[in-house]
């Protein structure tokens, strides 16, 4: 069963900005984005903390995690983005908290959102 669901895929043109969203049960450890591109590995982008501390990829500055524990939701907002984006992209729970942005450590998966930049 998928325990976090994900909202706000899209087709945008380079330059363009766009945001994601992860509903989650109430994780209390740490919430990452990582996307994959075909035919290639899946990537962290960006993981948050439970007490709001950020770890990014090189998104070179565009990109930013947040969450909203009230919601129970975090996000990721893309600026400035490229065709090199394009990608499917997922949110993830690791309950350990372990902050990491491998995918290895990450238990709990959405189902996949598909962003595509032209």
């Known amino acids: 069963q998928v325990q976090l669901v994900e909202s706000g895929r899209g087709s945008v043109q380079a330059g363009g900005s766009l945001r994601l969203s992860c509903r989650h049960p109430?994780?209390?450890?740490?919430l990452g984005w990582f996307r994959q591109a075909p035919g290639k590995e899946r990537e962290g982008i960006a993981v948050?903390?439970?007490?709001?501390?950020t770890r990014y990829a090189d998104v070179s500055g565009r990109f930013t995690i947040s969450k909203d524990d009230a919601k129970n939701t975090f996000y990721l907002q893309m600026n400035s983005l490229k065709p090199e984006d394009t990608a499917t992209y997922y949110c993830?729970?690791?309950?350990?908290?372990?902050?990491?942005?491998?995918?290895?450590?990450?238990?709990?998966w959405g189902q996949g959102t598909q962003v595509t930049v032209s």
């Open positions: 993830a729970a690791d309950q350990r908290g372990r902050w990491s942005l491998s995918a290895d450590v990450y238990t709990d």
């Open positions: 109430g994780y209390t450890g740490s």
């Open positions: 948050i903390s439970s007490s709001g501390i």
